[in-house]
């Protein structure tokens, strides 16, 4: 089955500093990622994504990289805000499974002003 | 608000009692999706329609479980005789439904508690 992980289940960081949330995956034939932020109460909301074709892709303040030697991927957020603390996921999807995205546990993000 | 929308937002209930969701996708959008999402985990995929076409279940869709999009828009999920074991937030997510590994934008999700 699929296989879908978070190094640290909680993170902690100083307004201002930059974050790094990392995910490992285990189905070598990954090849679409998605990282989503969950606030407390509310759905998903898409982050950035990343196809494997791709090692590193840039957007408004997070950065994604993709290593798929050692499959795993990072969230970088710089100049992390309080309104930045949320759970992320990261969530893998393979062309033979069609359109269905299987999600790690989360990181639970906590921004300390 | 364009997004994905869902009703209720909260809905409590007593074991063996029938609920039904909603869910209303974005508005170009073909393709829609159910997950199950419980306390301290990442959503799991339940069932997507292209369409008004179920094209896909999981194995935890059981038979007490069924969804519709009856006219190819908004979509129902209804629970028969529910469990304790169901109490969980229901996520739909929707997108174009144009190719494979699209982008899912999701609803703010129905939590469900099962007294």
């Known amino acids: 089955g699929e296989s879908v992980g978070l190094h640290l289940p909680t993170l902690s960081v100083q307004e201002g500093d930059n974050s790094i949330i990392n995910c490992a995956y285990s189905?070598?034939?990954?090849?679409?990622f998605i990282w989503y932020k969950q606030e407390s109460g509310k759905g998903p909301q898409f982050i950035i994504d990343?196809?494997?074709?791709?090692d590193k892709r840039q957007g408004q303040r997070v950065t994604v990289l993709l290593n798929k030697t050692v499959k795993h991927l990072s969230l970088q957020i710089a100049a992390t805000q309080p309104g930045d603390s949320a759970v992320y996921f990261c969530?893998?999807?393979?062309?033979?499974?069609?359109?269905?995205?299987?999600f790690g546990t989360g990181t639970s993000l906590t921004v300390i002003p | 608000d364009t997004g994905v929308s869902q009703d209720p937002r909260h809905k409590i209930t007593k074991r063996g009692q029938n609920v039904t969701f909603r869910c209303d996708p974005i508005?170009?959008?073909?393709?829609l999706y159910w997950y199950r999402q419980t306390l301290g985990q990442g959503p799991e995929f339940l069932t997507y329609?292209?369409?008004?076409?179920?094209?896909?279940k999981s194995r935890l869709l059981s038979d007490r479980f069924s969804a519709e999009r009856p006219k190819g828009s908004f979509s129902t999920l209804e629970i028969q005789r529910t469990e304790q074991g169901d109490s969980a937030m229901y996520l739909c997510?929707?997108?174009?439904?144009?190719?494979?590994?699209?982008?899912?934008?999701f609803g703010p999700g129905t939590r469900l508690l099962v007294l």
């Open positions: 969530a893998e999807n393979t062309l033979n499974t069609g359109n269905q995205f299987y």
């Open positions: 990343i196809r494997s074709n791709m």
């Open positions: 189905n070598s034939a990954s090849d679409y």
């Open positions: 508005s170009e959008h073909n393709r």
């Open positions: 997510a929707s997108s174009l439904g144009f190719t494979t590994q699209e982008t899912q934008y």
């Open positions: 329609f292209q369409n008004e076409a179920q094209l896909e």
